[in-house]
């Protein structure tokens, strides 16, 4: 291993100690761009690397608010703005009970290289909260996004930093937040978040883009392979707004999600996850659950396999993790290796542990692509949503597919690009690591040292 990525791996184990999933992101990513670091001797001169790594600055702030029976509680809330070389910070906010700064850290690393792989000048952040949106009211969610907002509103602006939704933040959260914003700053600045309401700003596909742009990027994978779409079988981990997408848009393209999952457990359905009936009635089964999957058995009469993971059956063709991060660990790997099944789509962030997702990219029966890739397509769109407000007006639905899939049909094609030039051959995850990592590098090179 070059002594230069060695070194800088060395340090962030030991200054991010209490930091795994941090840790886990940086490892991953400096291993993968290796070659590029062996041809550019003045990225040490000028630590390239611990700038790369080290945040440009990460805010932590209290939020306190209150209850339906006027109780007072306190969270924490973050905000991490790691990298702003190529464009405004942009990535989205988490509100689930397990975030802390290594979660927003690792996350808004991530987001740095796939928002510098959409090809928008879109730099990366993320932030969030622990707070627990489940079983809170509506009117807690609000006074909770008010005085989250309160706190941050400062720290952002159109041209400095564009939050957007992640898990537990969708666009009934991004209303409230804005809203408040708009009541502090007294400015109506609309394109200071993204995923926002259709009737103030807020883009269509937007809701959608994930799911599809990741369905646009597999439909590539397929491709090259000389395979199509058409009658593949999916499994997909989930069954939020992003596994929503990959089902529709699967559907309509004549191909078929028949596993999906929740923390209750797995559905196994295999006519497919295709009716606008069934699609329907997920949304509706999520509004009032999050937590259980198993009522979408019940309805349409098909299999729940109650506690476990669907990980290492063999009637897909098609693996696409898209719940949570390090879902699948080694010996889930080893599971999916032994299925026979070709391709591992990863779109959740870093839904795979790097022991696993080394263990896959070594089998020569499969195909692994990278969630920062995939999953391109949500913050793609975002970015969209900021070029129509700013400039004030909206483009058709069909404009906005159109373009997605542009950038999904862009980035396959750049991250493959980026592998071969390396001599890696077909290799989506160091492919993408290397051309999201080139274009923030020049960047950061070019603006001097800071
Ligand atoms: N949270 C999403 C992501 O990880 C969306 C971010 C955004 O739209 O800014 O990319």
Redesign the pocket.
Known sequence: MDSYIKNTIDLIYDTYRTQPEFVQAVEEFLLSIEPVIRNHPEYEKNDLLMRLVTPERLFKFRVVWTDDEGKAHTNMGYRCQFNGAIGPY???L?FQKNVNESIIKF?AFE?TF?NSLTGLPIGGG?GGSDFDPAGKSEAEIMRFCQSFMSALYRYIGADVD?????MGVSQREIGYLFGQYRRLKGNFENGVL??KGLSYGGSLIRPEA?GYGAVYYLDEVLKHENDTLEGKRIGVSGYGNVAWGIMKKAAELNAKVIYMSGPDGYIRDPEGIITEEKLNYILEMRMKDPMHCRPYADRFKCEFIEGKKFWGVEDVDIYMPAAVQNDVGFDTAKLIAKSGVKYYIEVA?MPTTNDALTLLRSCDHMIVAPSKAV??G??G??ALEMSQNSERLSWTKEEVDSQLHRMMVNIHKESMKAAEEYGLGYDLVSGANIAGFKKVADAMMEQGLF
């Open positions: 942009k990535g989205g988490r996350l987001q796939k993320k564009v939050p957007a939704g992640d993204t995923g994930t962030n999953n391109a949500g913050v769109v975002s």
